[in-house]
């Protein structure tokens, strides 16, 4: 299969700039439901807060590269973007599962 249609896995971490993470994570909730929840591709997400309260990460689930790039390439992603970089660190990955690990069968 091709890599731009092969299932891609973003795990995003952003290091933040200011104490307190509401902000990044409001602004990171609201452009995941209002953009890209809806677009082609989209299968799931989950946000996360480090313990010491300093990084935020997302991890997102794709169908394909091509698809997540083309809701990247969206004006009202990069928008969203810079108002976040205004918060944060920008740590960027896209990785695809090489293997999954699950506890056995009790």
Known sequence: MPKQQRRVILINTF???AEDPAELIALLTKVTEESVATAPG???ATLHLS????????YARWRSLAE??????GSSSMS???EIMETAIFEP?????????RPPDV
């Open 15 to 17: 290091r933040l700039k």
């Open 42 to 44: 989209f299968e799931g």
């Open 51 to 58: 313990l010491d309260g300093e990084r935020v990460v997302m």
């Open 68 to 73: 997540y790039q083309a809701m990247r390439a």
């Open 80 to 82: 969203a973007l810079r």
């Open 93 to 101: 990955g896209v990785f695809e599962v090489v293997r999954e690990f």
